[in-house]
């Protein structure tokens, strides 16, 4: 290559996650309030993905789907802290492969495989490791030090720390709009944005880059400056998804029951006491609304960053990926966090931008797509091998305005709330912690949920219960659609078991099958 000429064979990559954003948390695909407009000019060029689901949660778990182009029951991040075997390909190994030098802005939450450390190595005291591959340009995990001390240099008095940081300026009521003691400009993601701005000022125009810019937002805890804290008014948006009463929540699985009774107010606003099911509506309504604020803030960051690119030069070079990791319950089924079943949990935005892509331009794709497709869309985007074995397809034919040979009729999902080092469920439910786990198939007209051990499955009918209130796996009249979603559960599980080495066979004339692994 010709000093000074770009590369037009490798384009740029700017691949953005976000953490806790629902799928139904945009302006783009109809939200009665919430107002995204960097990433509806996104979608208008490019392709909205308006059923695109987590592979798991909570975060973890949730990435090593994204990053590894695996299911959970491959990858086997069950948790946070579950180390990610170091046989893994991932995203940004094979980025490098490609000619790129993938370069991190923010986290990946990935626990290092143990066996390659010695057990003294201060890696193996954290779940917030490095994803093996990326070059940490800026490194921000939960404890924000990075953040904290860039406000520190710019005046802000710092000295309360994560999560202190993020409580009201000022005394205020347990939830309240009251705003941090930081600004709009001096927010984590504001900070992710500046410094992705300096680095890709020092990128040369004829080398092709990558950066995945992970923001830990609209993670709690759930507060934000203003003008976002006041944007949204409580009383507005949909009505709480949920059953008529916290009993009749309860009622429909016993960890449903047990989900309800453990998940405390300190996780979502810190130093709040008691159970997140005691706050009352309005008082959930008013979290909803900061919640909203918060995104809001993280889109005007992501226009910030779209400027930059385009005033470099580079926005017709450079193929964005935006997307969360998983979602967020907010309040629906009287539950605030992610985990579970529910949707809430699991459905998350994605639009794919690529510039020498038009076809599709501004197109929206109802098909079910999943975390899993996201590794396989950016090779194939860059012009990388697409190894066989991963669980996902790559998304490119979409992007072309044309409908894949085959695809998903639906999504799958999976939840492990094992607990290796207390033991928490094993001892409430009775089951080893194999048996810690629970798998999902949902169709546009059914969920059907099966647990691991002797807790009972679960069936939603979405036509005529689209609020997932009531659980039909026990009525006789149901007995079949059960049956048939077990069925094709257990057919999937069959499909995707790891196939690493399973696409190979060794025959008199050498290696038969795909050669790439």
């Given at each position: 290559m010709k000093s000074g000429t770009k590369d037009k064979a490798r384009p740029n990559v700017l691949f953005v996650t976000c953490d806790q954003w629902r799928g139904?948390?945009?302006?783009?695909?109809?939200?009665?309030?919430?107002?995204?407009?960097?990433?509806?000019?996104?979608?208008?060029?490019?392709?909205l993905f308006s059923r695109h689901y987590a592979?798991?949660?909570?975060?973890?778990p949730a990435r090593a789907c994204i990053y590894t182009g695996l299911y959970q029951m491959n990858n086997r991040v069950c948790r946070n802290g579950t180390p990610l075997d170091a046989r893994h390909d991932n995203i940004a190994l094979a980025a490098r492969r490609a000619g790129y030098t993938p370069t991190l802005f923010g986290y990946t939450d990935t626990s290092p495989d143990p066996r390659g450390l010695d057990p003294s190595d201060p890696a193996l005291r954290t779940y917030e490791g490095i994803l093996p591959g990326f070059f940490p340009r800026v490194l921000l995990p939960?404890?924000?030090?990075?953040?904290?001390?860039?406000?520190?240099?710019?005046?802000?008095?710092?000295?309360?720390?994560?999560?202190?940081?993020?409580?009201?300026?000022?005394r205020a009521p347990e939830v309240s709009s009251a705003p941090p003691v930081y600004s709009k400009d001096e927010t984590p993601a504001a900070f992710i944005a500046g410094e992705f701005i300096h680095w890709l000022g020092e990128q040369e125009s004829a080398e092709p880059w990558f950066a995945h810019l992970s923001f830990i937002s609209p993670h709690p805890p759930f507060i934000v400056p203003e003008p976002f804290n006041t944007m949204y008014d409580p009383s507005d948006g949909p009505a709480l998804r949920r059953a008529a009463d916290m009993e009749a929540e309860a009622a429909i699985h016993p960890f449903s029951a047990w989900a309800m009774e453990r998940l405390r107010k300190t996780k979502f606003i810190?130093?709040?006491?008691?159970?997140?099911?005691?706050?009352?509506?309005?008082?959930?309504?008013?979290?909803?609304?900061?919640?909203?604020?918060?995104?809001?803030?993280?889109?005007?960051?992501?226009?910030?960053?779209?400027h930059a690119v385009a005033a470099k030069g580079a926005w017709d070079d450079t193929i964005v990926v935006f997307m969360s990791d998983h979602a967020e319950m907010m309040g629906d089924h009287f539950s605030m966090g992610k985990g579970g079943f529910f949707d809430q949990s699991y459905h998350v935005p994605l639009v794919v931008r690529d510039p020498r892509r038009r076809k599709a331009r501004g197109g929206r794709v109802d098909a079910f797509t999943e975390a899993v497709d996201i590794m396989p869309t950016l090779l194939d985007l860059i012009g990388a091998p697409v190894p066989s074995h991963l669980d996902g397809q790559s998304l490119a034919p979409f992007l072309d305005g044309a409908s894949p040979r085959t695809w998903r009729d639906a999504a799958h999902w999976?939840?492990?709330?094992?607990?290796?080092?207390?033991?928490?469920?094993?001892?409430?439910?009775?089951?080893?912690?194999?048996?810690?786990?629970?798998a999902v198939l949902r169709t546009d007209r059914w969920k059907y949920v099966h647990f691991g051990g002797s807790l009972p499955p679960v069936l939603f009918d979405l036509k005529e219960d689209p609020d997932e209130t009531r659980n039909l796996a026990s009525d006789a009249a149901y007995t079949s659609a059960r049956l048939e979603m077990a069925e094709r559960l257990l057919e999937w599980r069959a499909e995707h078991l790891d196939q690493s080495l399973a696409l190979l066979e060794l025959t008199e004339g050498g290696v038969a099958g795909k050669r790439y692994l």
């Open positions: 139904d948390s945009l302006s783009a695909v109809g939200h009665p309030v919430v107002r995204t407009p960097n990433v509806d000019r996104l979608a208008k060029e490019g392709v592979g798991a949660a909570p975060c973890s939960e404890h924000q030090k990075p953040w904290l001390s860039w406000l520190a240099a710019r005046g802000v008095k710092t000295n309360a720390a994560f999560p202190d940081i993020h409580k009201p300026a000022k810190p130093g709040a006491k008691g159970k997140v099911r005691d706050w009352s509506e309005d008082e959930v309504r008013q979290i909803r609304a900061l919640y909203w604020g918060m995104i809001t803030e993280v889109d005007g960051q992501l226009g910030r960053i779209f999976e939840f492990d709330f094992r607990s290796i080092a207390k033991g928490t469920a094993e001892k409430r439910f009775g089951l080893s912690s194999r048996q810690c786990n629970l």
